[in-house]
């Protein structure tokens, strides 16, 4: 291996090959998708109907949830057993935006009260959802709402260095105490039957064919966008660090960083990632309740991760695409009963036989490769799995 | 616990009195100054009132068998952990260790090496010695840091004294044990600390490589940074040729030249064997 | 009709008719023990002289009295003859004599005394006033606590003789509270008698008594006011207490399901360090097995299905063992060290084994029944305690002792011990350490096969039962201190109580949500939990 005499060596370039071929992959897919099913005949082979429109809108929105757990877990070795919280957040707050346009087309007509409120006999409209009907409002509540849960939880857990299955565990218990407080009526967030029966978005007709389409093209920008900044992050000093965090975090405490608030950063950016997902999420499903925050949602957001090869980025947002399209296409069919039987699977499966994902597993292989002739005797370092 | 706790007791008293003015001057003179520190775990007392103070610009082996409280005395000088008793104080006495954390003491400017090698596995030889350089340590600038030239200069200089430019594209965790160790001493060295402390460097080097590291620790000792040394290897304590303590129970046994602590009836009977 | 249910309309019943009896019984002056007269009554044929003669029993206190009116109730009170005499029919028609229940010789024709609604009513007085004085204490002690209810002041002098024929201390209480309770409202008695009416009800502390003490008439003397006040402020005082000892009590219950589910948990995540997210599952699978247990005695040996429980017990925790040891076998020994990858590992175990059992008996809840041992329900002081739920702190604290004793005095458990504090040395002492791992994961799920056993009696037995206890026993380990078996009894007990003692305060959902953000913040606080072990930090 010829070694430079400047050390400007090896240093990624933002995008590298995988993240190109990625982008270029969602700019396909944006402009593809809505030429299929704006302009091919219905009863064309090759036409995309709109239900399919918002399915895959869905994915992206998982996608880019992903690549938010990705951010964290592949680089800073937090499992978060949560964060499913910070994507039903942002999925809250934007819901709660379409009920405040439905107005007077609701059930009982009024017009400042949702349905349920209505229905639960309450006069007035509760603090918390004032402003709502401004999407700008709205908007920076779906970075604010999780960024901000992240920043006291993280403040809290990182400060007094609660690591690895700890704080697995007592994320766990943040979405779950969520949960229960979200199932209440008395929360003024709908209960158990959540937000629903959205009108429109910014006066457009949200079951209209032209803002589906345009929602899965912000879903697909959304995501491609989330790539860009967890590449620019993980590749400047601070992702360094980060991954030297997960690694050997007391290394880095002695080293003169303050571990806990790399951690933090990245925690709180991770969760705005994965509000602005559920904020995605909302308009293209027409409903958000409180399910979104059962720890089991959380943890199936992992085994995408993991499918795909976690502290890969690109592997995430496959993972995600490829657990969920398996997931539609097997709970549709007469497979149905045994979907649950092939999650597991999954998950025994990618942990033992495939621990660095698809894409990681690919990254290795190509390595080996390129590296074959140099030092044949040296193995690469494998990346040990961090805690 | 009798021969030596009959020791370690003296030196408490004096200072938990009125300091006497021969202390007062030792603390404003030392850069490091440890005084009746205690560690307890459980009931086992892993330091039992150490004191001992190093100069600016010394270099000072430690020895002593297991379980004599080197490791735990690391631990409380970096904020490891919290003593029981006792004060730790940097710079004069400038500075009070035990209310710090680990990083602010890494700041302050002490550096560790560990007993296990400890480098950032995944990363470059060179991003280690990037990651460990002096400089901006906040969380948001480093997002948008850009490499000075001169940071690049530094970082090819420690490159030549740790012999290690070969590999600097490397992932650290594909270096060789002795490879790691002097990287973590390099590591160190960008940190430009005021004091080191190294513990067990040279644990599985050869003897080319032990003579190696002497001659490293020593230029680096040569550059102005105080440096103690925890180490078993006795050639390498006398390739280093500076003054030795011996710890025992978590006091200090006898202190001077190699020649004269060798040469002490407890510290044979303790630790090197007759 | 039960005698409880007749018992509980005693009251009104009094109330009705015994100021009447009273009045009859007054006049006739008749002396305890001599019937004769009485019996003489029913002979008449005349409703005014049958509600006299029941006055008449209903204050003699004969032994007798009570088997004549409750024979005139069934009507099988027979008179006739000459002179005419009164008769019981007894077994198989023959007339019984009513004063000593033999049959009579020379039984004459007769004809039977005759009942209407007014009689019934006095029946049903006298009975009650009989049961004052009935050769059962129990009875009488029930009868006591009616008329204290009543407060009937009509039933004064039927309580008076009662009173002074009674040598139960326990009725005799009871008899003299219900008179108090009575005096405490009766109009013309002196401020000294108030005031001992007073404090007797006041040291009864309970519910009823507040009631009663709060009646005290506005036209009573300020002293015997001043005395209900003082006895009211105690009793809420008291009561008070009472209510935190029954929260602390059921806080006990709560704590020792949590401990059940945990303390597998505290095994194979406490000593191995697996974060067995299947455990869940474990407790599920032992559920079902008592489920299936039963469906075989039910089918098969309808006799033994008290014992169920107890059958299904070591049944679970071999079944469930087995399929711990399966699991480490085939899949978590391979994740050794990688903590993460177990849990997801784990998590894909419990999805499958769910659906497997989903796929087996149904997605909805199996009936699983309690053996009559543990059904029914007692009272310490004013608290009321339930006997399955004693059964499951009991079974807690049994098991927990069980797996300490085991860990402690076995050669396994040394093993296990061994094996956890130093993998290498325990192998080359000629430890099977892969076998010890094996042992300990199954050890661990088996002990939550046996929780599932317990909470099957409390709980729903459906696929997701598990998943509604992992979350619960992770924080119970973490919260006590991961590796150690005290810290999860305290923990669980403690995290139950808690959680008990914030219900009344913020309602039971946000109670959880309150414990489980509290647990949040301690765990930061102490990140090793209640009882964590110190030592010299490891490195890096």
């Known amino acids: 291996m010829s070694t430079s005499p400047m050390n400007m060596t090896r240093q990624p370039a933002l995008l590298g090959t995988s993240g190109i071929i990625f982008l270029a992959v969602l700019v396909a897919v944006s402009v593809l998708v809505p030429v299929l099913n704006l302009a091919v005949a219905p009863d064309s082979a090759v036409h995309v109907p709109t239900y399919v429109v918002s399915l895959l ?53 009024d017009p400042v009260l949702p349905d349920f409120m209505v229905f639960l006999n309450w006069k007035e409209l509760p603090w918390f959802w004032y402003g709502f009907d401004m999407f700008p409002f709205a908007a920076l509540m779906v970075l604010l709402a999780p960024g901000l849960l992240a920043l006291v939880f993280g403040w809290f857990a990182f400060r007094s260095r609660v690591t690895g299955v700890y704080l697995s565990i007592i994320t766990q218990a943040m979405t779950f105490a969520l949960l229960l407080a979200f199932f209440r009526n008395d929360m003024g967030f709908g209960g158990n039957n959540g937000l629903t029966d959205f009108k429109d978005i910014l006066g457009f007709n949200i079951q209209a064919d032209g803002t589906r389409l345009v929602l899965f093209v912000l879903s697909a920008l959304a995501l491609a966008l989330g790539y860009v900044l967890c590449r620019f992050l993980v590749r400047s000093h601070f992702g360094k660090v980060l991954v030297a965090i997960r690694d050997a975090e007391t290394r880095v405490r002695f080293t003169g960083y303050r571990a806990e608030n790399y951690k933090l950063v990245a925690f709180v950016v991770s969760a705005m990632l994965a509000g602005i997902a559920g904020a995605l999420y909302v308009p293209q499903v027409g409903i958000i309740n409180p399910s979104e925050f059962s720890p089991a949602n959380s943890i199936e957001i992992i085994v995408w991760v993991a499918v795909g090869g976690r502290g890969t980025l690109v592997g995430a947002a496959l993972g995600a695409v490829l657990v969920n399209y398996a997931k539609t296409y097997f709970t549709s069919g007469i497979l149905a009963p045994y979907w649950l039987f092939m999650l597991g699977g999954l998950f025994v499966a990618v942990t033992l036989f495939l621990p660095k994902g698809i894409v990681g597993t690919f990254y290795e292989w190509r390595e080996k490769r390129r590296q074959h002739d140099d030092i044949p005797d040296e193995p690469l370092a494998t990346p040990r799995p961090a805690e | 616990m009798t021969a030596t706790a009959t020791l370690a007791p003296a030196t408490a008293e004096l200072a938990t009195a009125e300091p006497a003015p021969a202390a007062k001057k030792e603390l404003t003179e030392a850069l490091l100054y440890l005084d009746a520190v205690t560690v307890t775990f459980d009931g086992f007392r892993a330091l039992n009132a150490l004191s001992f103070t190093v100069d600016p610009g010394e270099m000072r082996a430690v020895i002593g068998p297991n379980g004599a409280g080197k490791t735990t005395m690391m631990d409380v000088i970096t904020g490891k952990t919290r003593p029981d008793r006792g004060d730790v104080f940097f710079d004069g006495g400038i500075t009070d260790l035990t209310k710090l954390d680990e990083t602010q003491i890494a700041t302050l400017g002490i550096g560790r090496k560990f007993q296990k090698p400890t480098v950032f596995e995944n990363h470059t030889v060179l991003d280690n010695l990037r990651l460990a350089l002096k400089g901006q340590r906040r969380a948001l600038p480093n997002i948008f840091r850009r490499e000075s030239a001169a940071a690049r200069e530094r970082i090819d200089e420690i490159f030549e004294t740790i012999r290690l430019t070969e590999h600097r594209d490397r992932l650290g965790g594909a270096l060789s044990h002795g490879q790691k160790q002097w990287l973590e001493i390099g590591m ?23 003579a190696q590291t002497a001659e490293l620790l020593r230029a680096i000792n040569a550059n102005g940074h105080s440096v103690v040394v925890v180490e078993h290897d006795m050639t390498f304590v006398r390739d280093l040729g500076v003054r030795v303590m011996c710890l025992h129970e978590g006091s200090v046994l006898a202190e001077g030249t190699l020649d004269q602590v060798s040469a002490n009836e407890r510290v044979i009977e303790v630790y090197l064997g007759r | 009709m039960t005698s409880s249910a007749r018992l509980s309309r005693l009251p009104r019943v009094l109330c009705a008719a015994l100021a009447l009896l009273f009045a009859a019984a007054l006049v006739q002056r008749v002396e305890a023990q001599d019937i004769s007269a009485a019996l003489g009554q029913l ?19 004969s032994p007798a009295a009570a088997g004549i009116v409750s ?26 004599d009513p004063l000593t229940m033999q049959p009579v010789a020379d039984a004459p ?9 007014r009689i019934r009513r006095a029946i049903d007085a006298a009975s009650g006033a009989l049961s004052l004085v009935s050769l059962d204490a129990a009875k009488r002690r029930e009868a006591a606590l009616a008329v204290g209810r009543s407060r009937d002041e009509a039933a004064l002098p039927a309580l008076e003789m009662a009173l002074g024929k009674e040598t139960d201390p326990k009725v005799k209480s009871a008899m003299n509270l219900a008179r108090a309770s009575i005096l405490i409202g009766k109009e013309g008695i002196t401020p000294a008698e108030r005031i001992a009416a007073v404090e007797l009800v006041g040291a009864e502390g309970n519910q009823d008594a507040l009631a009663i003490l709060r009646s005290v008439p506005e036209s009573a003397a300020p002293e015997v006011k001043q005395a209900a006040a003082a006895a009211i402020e105690g009793i809420e005082r008291n009561l008070a207490l009472w209510g ?41 699978l032992g559920a079902y097995t008592t489920y299936v247990v039963q469906e075989v005695i039910r ?33 978590i020994r391979f994740l050794y060290g990688r903590a993460l990858e177990t849990l997801l590992a784990t998590w894909g175990i419990s999805l499958i084994l769910q659906q497997a059992i989903r796929t087996i008996f149904g997605p909805t809840n199996r009936e699983v029944g309690a053996p009559s041992w543990m059904s029914g329900s007692f009272e310490i002081g004013h608290l009321s305690i339930t006997s399955g739920r004693l059964w499951i702190i009991v079974f807690a604290l049994m098991v927990f002792f069980a797996l300490l004793a085991t860990l402690r005095l076995t050669r396994i458990g040394l093993e296990m011990r061994a094996v956890t504090q130093n993998r290498r040395m325990a192998a080359s002492m000629g430890i099977r350490t892969n076998w010890v791992d094996a042992m300990t994961f199954g050890l661990g799920s088996g002990i939550a096969g046996m929780a599932g056993v317990a909470l099957s009696q409390i709980d729903n037995v459906s696929p997701n039962l598990g998943q509604s206890y992992i979350i619960d026993s992770f924080l119970v380990v973490v919260f006590g201190g991961v590796g150690n078996l005290w810290g999860t009894l305290v923990g669980a007990m403690t995290l139950g109580v808690a959680n008990k003692l914030l219900e009344p305060y913020a309602g039971a959902v946000l109670g959880k949500i309150s414990l489980l953000v509290i647990v949040i913040l301690f765990i930061q606080k102490r990140p090793r939990g209640l009882f964590a072990l110190k030592g010299r930090s490891i490195e890096a």
Do not use: C
Not at chain 1, 74 to 87: E, K, R
Not at chain 3, 109 to 117: D, E, F, I, L
């Open chain 3, 71 to 96: 024979a005139l109730a069934d009507g099988k009170l027979f008179f006739g003859g000459t002179p005419p005499r009164v008769f019981i029919e007894g077994t198989g028609g023959a007339l019984l």
């Open chain 1, 57 to 109: 809108g869905k994915y992206l929105t998982y996608a880019l949830l992903a690549l938010s757990v990705d951010l964290i877990w592949g680089y800073v070795g937090i499992l978060s057993l949560g964060q499913g919280a910070f994507f039903a957040l942002g999925g809250y707050a934007m819901g709660m935006y379409l009920m405040r346009q439905i107005g007077t087309r609701g059930v009982y007509g």
């Open chain 2, 188 to 210: 160190l060295l960008a940190q430009d600390p005021k004091l080191l402390l190294v513990d067990e460097p040279v644990a599985g080097m050869t003897d080319a490589e032990t």
């Open chain 3, 299 to 331: 089918t098969s040996y309808p006799g033994l299905f008290d014992a169920s429980l107890l059958i299904a017990i070591p049944l679970a925790f071999v079944f469930t063992g087995l399929i711990g040891v399966l699991i480490e076998r085939t899949v």
């Open chain 3, 43 to 61: 002979t008449t044929n005349k409703y005014d002289d049958t509600e006299a003669a029941l006055g008449a029993l209903a204050l003699s206190g």
């Open chain 3, 244 to 284: 935190v000892a029954q929260n602390v009590w059921y806080g006990l219950s709560l704590g020792s399901v949590l401990l059940l589910a945990a303390i597998g948990l505290a095994i194979t995540f406490g000593v191995m360090g697996v974060i067995n997210m299947a455990h869940g599952e474990m407790v599920m």
């Open chain 3, 109 to 117: 024709a007769v004809k039977p005394v005759r009942v209407n609604n």
